[in-house]
């Protein structure tokens, strides 16, 4: 949905995990070495990929751009068990990771038009947990297949829920993760 009926995906971390345990976070992960040369059926929109790529630290690239944007992809299907995409008769995805894998077995081809850059964060000098996070959000259509139980292969997050971004602000949340549901309420009211 969109406006105040708008609902996130969010997933409690094992209370093992050394960084932010227990705490609800969205789907994500790092972006993986081939995960920019994933072909995908729509790329970004300008301006998200433009964002992305002014944004970029060191050698910025179109391709490291777009590597962002799929791993998110690949992070929800591993997480979340959500595919997002498109369905397609035969998907031109040749790569060995195994989530790549799913989404040629499932007839998923990635779509990254309808990604739309949230926000990013950088951890605070002198953390000793340090991450460079960028938050996307798209709209529920982008899911072209779910897993039947609803959680991810990884197992990585528990007590996966959709939520409306009010319901979501009363659960055990990182500050971060606040403030980019502060962003996003705001994005989807005034865009």
């Given amino acids: 949905g969109k406006g105040p009926n708008a609902k996130v995906l ?8 050394k960084f932010m345990p227990g705490l609800f ?6 972006v993986d ?13 300008k301006v998200v990929e433009d964002k992305i790529f002014n944004t970029l630290r060191g050698r910025p690239s179109r391709r490291r ?15 979340a068990g959500l595919l997002l995409g498109e369905k397609s008769n035969n998907p031109k995805l040749h ?9 040629a077995e499932l007839g998923v081809t990635p779509t990254l038009e309808p990604m739309r850059l949230i ?23 982008h899911i072209a297949h779910r897993l039947p139980e609803g959680t991810g292969p990884s197992g990585e997050l528990q ?12 659960l055990e949340l990182p500050v971060i993760t606040v403030t980019v549901l502060e962003v996003l309420k705001t994005r989807l009211r005034d865009d």
Avoid at 119 to 135: L, N, V
Avoid at 159 to 170: K, P, V, Y
């Fill in 33 to 45: 070495r081939g995960d920019g040369s994933i072909p995908a059926s729509s790329e970004l929109h």
């Fill in 25 to 30: 976070v969205f789907p994500g992960g790092r």
């Fill in 159 to 170: 007590e996966l829920h959709w939520l409306t971004i009010d319901d979501a602000m009363s």
């Fill in 95 to 103: 790569s060995s990771h195994p989530d790549w894998q799913a989404f």
């Fill in 10 to 17: 969010m997933g409690r971390r094992h209370e093992g995990h």
């Fill in 119 to 141: 926000a990013r964060a950088i951890t605070p000098p002198g953390r000793t947990r340090r991450f460079d996070a960028w938050f996307f959000a798209s709209p529920v259509e």
């Fill in 65 to 79: 751009a777009r590597a962002l944007a799929l791993a998110c992809l690949r992070e929800t299907y591993e997480e």
